[in-house]
């Protein structure tokens, strides 16, 4: 690896999955000025998901419901021949 161009302030981190509440915790340089106390008693950045492993549908296999007829509509508008 090349030296210099990696971030060298790596610290623990949580990460928070906000559609079902799993947490799990990691290294991240990302910011944040939330904390939050972890299983361990200390306390750690959080870093808040709309989504993750756990409620992703393709690790999940549940499907999700999506606006393909509202998707479809905009495409035949947008390339419809005038």
Not at 11 to 25: A, E, I, P, Q, Y
Not at 37 to 47: A, F, K, L, S
Not at 49 to 65: A, Q, W
Request: no cysteine.
């Amino acid at each position: 690896m090349k030296q210099g161009i990696h971030p060298a302030n790596y610290r623990l981190v949580v990460f928070k999955d906000m559609s079902n509440g799993h947490s799990f915790l990691s290294r991240s340089t990302a910011n944040s000025k939330e904390t939050v106390q972890w299983e361990d008693g200390n306390e750690y950045p959080v870093i808040k998901l709309e989504i993750s492993n756990t409620s992703h549908p393709f690790y999940t296999g549940k499907n999700m419901l999506v606006d393909t007829a509202g998707r479809i509509d905009k495409f035949k508008k947008r390339y419809a021949k005038k």
